[in-house]
């Protein structure tokens, strides 16, 4: 099934706030999701593992970490930024976009000996840059090679869909005759 990018950008927030993400945090989730969805990768897929993965897990968050580069990125033109142990890695990538158009540069994630490139706008980047729990080296670069193709609309894996509903339904409040009452839904009567 396919899916507009603001349907996947609303569903994204909702879900991102289900799992009890701020709702400022949960609005940049749904930004990343898009803008990775907009870039040709399955962000639905990388929010969904994100936000089912075990408690235990003591990888960082990386849309914390994708703030912490956006908040501070004119400190990229000193030099690299390290990150240990961060989950999927690709939920890095829209926020070293929203970096690069800050400092009008090119920027690289390397992660697992695989490197994605992005000037703020095109993306270079291999499909597999899931890997959970590897370390992160964020950097400047020269130019974006082999930028991936613009999407228009998502289609994400039903399984990962089905799992944003499932966290975007716990924001839902329930439906109550008093509610109904005063206006929510049709009340007592249907006139459609």
Same mark, same amino acid.
């Given at each position: 099934?396919?899916?507009?990018?603001?349907?996947?950008?609303?569903?994204?927030?909702? %879900? =991102?706030?289900?799992?009890?993400? &701020?709702?400022?945090?949960? @609005?940049? +989730?749904?930004? #990343?999701?898009?803008?990775?969805?907009?870039?040709?990768?399955?962000?639905?897929?990388?929010?969904?593992?994100?936000?089912?993965?075990?408690?235990?897990?003591?990888?960082?968050?990386?849309?914390?970490?994708?703030?912490?580069?956006?908040?501070? %990125? =004119?400190?990229?033109?000193?030099? &690299?930024?390290?990150?240990? @142990?961060? +989950?999927?890695? #690709?939920?890095?990538?829209?926020?070293?976009?929203?970096?690069?158009?800050?400092?009008?540069?090119?920027?690289?994630?390397?992660?697992?000996?695989?490197?994605?490139?992005?000037?703020?706008?095109?993306?270079?980047?291999?499909?597999?840059?899931?890997?959970?729990?590897?370390?992160?080296?964020?950097?400047?670069?020269?130019?974006?090679?082999?930028?991936?193709?613009?999407?228009?609309?998502?289609?994400?894996?039903?399984?990962?869909?089905?799992?944003?509903?499932?966290?975007?339904?716990?924001?839902?409040?329930?439906?109550?005759?008093?509610?109904?009452?005063?206006?929510?839904?049709?009340?007592?009567?249907?006139?459609?």
């Amino acid at each position: 099934m396919s899916f507009s990018l603001n349907e996947v950008e609303a569903t994204a927030k909702r %879900a =991102a706030r289900g799992a009890e993400y &701020s709702w400022g945090m949960a @609005e940049e +989730a749904a930004k #990343a999701v898009r803008w990775l969805c907009a870039n040709d990768m399955d962000g639905v897929h990388e929010l969904a593992k994100l936000l089912e993965r075990d408690a235990e897990d003591q990888a960082a968050c990386p849309l914390r970490i994708g703030t912490q580069i956006t908040d501070n %990125a =004119a400190n990229l033109t000193q030099g &690299s930024m390290d990150f240990p @142990e961060v +989950a999927r890695p #690709a939920l890095v990538l829209p926020f070293l976009a929203f970096a690069a158009r800050q400092v009008d540069l090119c920027l690289s994630l390397t992660s697992n000996g695989q490197t994605a490139k992005t000037d703020g706008h095109a993306l270079s980047s291999p499909n597999e840059m899931t890997s959970p729990g590897q370390s992160l080296v964020i950097g400047v670069c020269d130019t974006v090679d082999s930028p991936r193709e613009v999407a228009s609309r998502a289609t994400p894996i039903p399984e990962d869909w089905a799992t944003l509903n499932r966290w975007a339904h716990l924001t839902y409040a329930p439906a109550t005759e008093e509610s109904r009452l005063l206006g929510a839904g049709a009340g007592l009567s249907d006139n459609d």
